[in-house]
């Protein structure tokens, strides 16, 4: 009931708010624009509070845009079909077919035998393998994969100790780790995690100007994997040490598991070969289209042809010896789609229709103008805005606030001579970064409530892991990323 009457008062909240703002024109704004900021008003604070689900809240303006007059439906809808949302699709689809048949898992499983059983080398194992999967799969995808195979290691570190060791420092680490590591590695490529997404959405509809993936990758794969180790030290020898030498009981756990896989089957050679083909694609698209002139592809385009080759493509050999059966499996069936967060997608277009109405009524530059008096040297400012944006992803939902946010700072970069993706890149990888509270990220509400961490030790790991997140960020964006994304 308390959880009822929460949504009840922040649906009247919103409504008040964006009423007073329409009325009062606070800001002095024409009346346009005032229609405008009103709708972002009751969008903006509708997400805050999760007085709707977000995505229904993205809705929004294909009902209120025409009537108001603010846009008519046919610009408002085009939103929502931008290309970059079908780049996303395309690898929530290849996500899809690595969870259905379980190529994850096995990836997971023989990273933690590779790396060792010792608790600092499975708390290594557990990072590089959430980190990987993250980079293609969502942070959540990869948490609830993660979740039940540590709870299980450390079930059984825990029932067939071999000696001293502090156990609830391991599990604690253990925890965190597949929580800050699925965070970290989502940065890493621009479809690991939402917030990457609508930002290259909003770049490239604003500049017309494509982040290529590989440059993507470049600049912030290194900034998720030094994230992912700093993390190990810190934790390891620093703040939980746990002085565990190598078990044989999880090594039996951990050969058990793999047992019970057996051998990579045929479907989950063929969903790896398709899923290194689309990698690899991306990688050297450039190198592809620049070495002859009739075919051009683009990243939207590569994830499209990765999802399609997923539901041609049987799942048995028989399927290619009994093409004509209409029961022929294949590694994706549109009922697999039932899975995909289809709500994330309407968010996109939600935020991409709001922020391109917020720049047309020129309340973008507006406010972009109005910070650049304040804004110093450039080093000092992408320090800043990475800092704000980690702190404030904390308690802010970190998709809601990159589609508040990008053309907030891209306009900033704009007023004062600079580099629009020295600050909105910056921005968005600290969004996903947030560590010190259970609500930052799902991945952290997802561990937290395993009952092996309590608040206090969290608040103390995420707080050096957000300062290290600021520096190491603000460090790669301000002298890699303009060498890399000229």
């Known amino acids: 009931m308390n959880k009822e009457r929460h949504k009840i008062s ?7 708010l ?6 009062w024109n606070p800001f002095d704004v024409p009346e346009k624009a005032g229609r405008v900021l009103a709708v972002a008003a009751l969008m903006i604070s509708w997400w805050v509070t999760e007085a709707l689900p977000m995505p229904v809240v993205a809705l929004l303006p294909l009902v209120l845009f025409p009537l108001l007059g603010i846009n008519d439906i046919k610009n408002t809808a085009s939103s929502y079909g931008n290309e970059v949302i079908f780049l996303f699709m395309g690898g929530f689809m290849l996500g899809l077919a690595i969870e259905k048949w379980n190529v994850h898992k096995r990836i997971a499983l023989n990273i933690v035998r590779l790396t060792g059983t010792s608790g600092n080398r499975i708390i290594l194992g557990f990072i590089l393998a959430s980190g990987l999967l993250s980079m293609w799969l969502s942070n959540t995808a990869t948490t609830m994969l993660m979740f039940p195979i540590a709870l299980s290691v450390a079930h059984v570190m825990r029932e067939n100790h071999e000696g001293g060791g502090h156990y609830g420092n391991f599990n604690l680490s253990l925890m965190l780790s597949i929580a800050y590591a699925s965070n970290f590695g989502g940065i890493a490529t621009i479809i690991g995690t939402p917030p990457n997404v609508q930002f290259v959405a909003f770049f490239e509809k604003k500049y017309q100007t494509p982040i290529e993936f590989v440059n993507w990758f470049l600049v912030c794969a290194p900034v998720a994997l030094l994230l992912m180790l700093s993390f190990y030290f810190v934790c390891i020898k620093i703040l939980f040490p746990n002085h565990i030498r ?7 756990l951990i050969r058990n598991e793999l047992r019970l896989l057996g051998p990579p089957d045929a479907a989950q050679k063929r969903v790896f070969i398709i899923f290194t083909g689309t990698a690899l694609l991306w990688i050297f698209r450039k190198m592809i289209n620049d070495s002859q002139p009739w075919i051009k592809l683009d990243d939207t385009m590569i994830a499209v042809i990765g999802a ?10 028989s399927g290619f010896l009994e093409e004509q059966r209409e029961n022929t499996a294949r590694l994706l069936t549109w009922e697999d789609t039932r899975k995909m967060a289809w709500g994330i997608l309407l968010l996109f277009g939600g935020g991409i229709a709001l922020a391109d109405a917020l720049e047309k009524a020129g309340l973008i530059q507006r406010l972009g103008s109005w910070l650049s008096q304040f804004a110093g040297a450039e080093w000092a400012l992408v320090i ?18 990159v589609i508040v946010f990008s053309p907030v700072v891209c306009s900033l970069a704009d007023s004062i001579g600079m580099n629009p993706l020295l600050l909105g890149l910056p921005m968005t990888l600290a969004a996903s970064c947030a560590s010190m509270l259970p609500m930052g990220t799902p991945p952290n509400a997802i561990v937290f409530a395993s009952g092996h961490i309590r608040l206090k030790d969290m608040l103390k790991a995420g707080f050096i892991m957000n300062v290290l997140a600021i520096v190491l960020i603000s460090l790669f964006c301000l002298y890699v990323l303009p060498w890399v994304m000229e």
Do not use: D, K
């Open 10 to 16: 922040s649906l009247a909240a919103g409504l008040i």
């Open 18 to 23: 964006s009423l007073l703002l329409y009325v």
């Open 246 to 252: 190598t078990s044989t009981a999880a090594s039996t």
């Open 308 to 317: 399609v080759a997923l539901f041609m493509c049987p799942s048995s050999s």
């Open 384 to 401: 800043t805005v990475v800092a704000l944006s980690i702190f404030i992803s904390e308690v802010m939902s970190n998709v809601a606030q």
